[in-house]
């Protein structure tokens, strides 16, 4: 029990940090942006190319012009722990942009691919950073991330099912003079093996149960000190814990597992 316990405690986390970074990966998708910073000493003319560049292309949704001392204003306000840090360097060192909201699916195509290349030619233009591209990195580290966790979490199953057949092996040969007798006044195989597969599958359920339930202490213990915070940092409504639905696939998994490991001792004994 406590080998399925661990085993599915480390799926379970894996598969909580993996559905939160998916909703945040989807909510940032949808607000991505096309930020286009701009000189310090940019003139009106260039200024006025920049906008117009954006403003005809069909991928943009509608834009805003920041400037040094809105950006500044604005990373205080989001950033407030580091606002006194920022004083310290001394004048403003945050430049002027363009924000520009994208249409929903303007991603597919090159459309803004092709915009930011253009943006980067004109005059005046510094840099211009997409939120898709660092988006997209960040949802191949999530998959890197899930695909360790199943790695790991498949490891540690198939060393829970073995310890489940090793423990169900034991109560057979302890049993083994009165299972002899029961084949001998013709008891079928499924009668004398039944109860220890059944055993396997109890011991199972229970591990898969107590991983569940230790996953909801912990995740409440961490959501009361640190997700709070951590939500508004990262501008996603709440972190959520696992749907009902995977909560009894981890406990019905757990089962196939005790009676995989059930079967496995009941076969070779």
Not at 203 to 226: D, I, N, T
Request: hydrophobic letters at 55%.
């Amino acid at each position: 029990m406590g080998t399925i316990t661990i085993a599915l405690f480390v799926l379970g986390a894996f598969l909580i940090v993996t559905t939160n970074l998916d909703r945040l990966g989807a909510e940032w998708g949808r607000s991505a942006e096309l930020s286009v910073y701009v000189a310090d000493d940019i003139t009106p003319e260039q200024q006025h190319a920049v906008e117009l560049a954006v403003a005809q292309d069909q991928v943009v949704a509608g834009q805003e012009f920041l400037t040094k001392a809105e950006a500044l204003r604005r990373f205080k306000q989001t950033f407030a722990d580091l606002a006194a840090s920022v004083d310290n360097v001394g004048g403003n060192p945050l430049p002027a942009s363009v924000e520009v909201r994208l249409k929903t699916g303007a991603a597919e195509g090159g459309g803004v691919e092709r915009l930011a290349a253009k943006l980067r030619e004109l005059p005046g233009v510094t840099d211009v950073q997409y939120d898709r591209q660092w988006l997209a990195r960040m949802m191949s580290g999530i998959r890197i991330i899930r695909g360790a966790g199943f790695a790991l979490g498949a490891l540690l199953t198939v060393a829970a099912a073995l310890t489940i057949a090793n423990v169900v092996r034991l109560a057979l040969i302890a049993r083994r003079d009165e299972l002899e007798i029961m084949q001998l006044v013709g008891a079928p195989h499924a009668y004398i093996r039944g109860p220890f597969v059944m055993e396997g599958v109890i011991q199972g359920g229970m591990g898969a149960a107590l991983a569940v339930l230790a996953l909801g202490v912990a995740f409440a213990a961490v959501q009361s000190r640190y997700l709070g915070t951590l939500a508004a940092a990262i501008n996603v409504s709440s972190l959520q814990f696992l749907s009902v639905g995977v909560c009894l696939a981890l406990v019905v998994g757990g089962m196939a597992v005790g009676c995989v490991g059930g079967l496995v001792a009941a076969a070779r004994s």
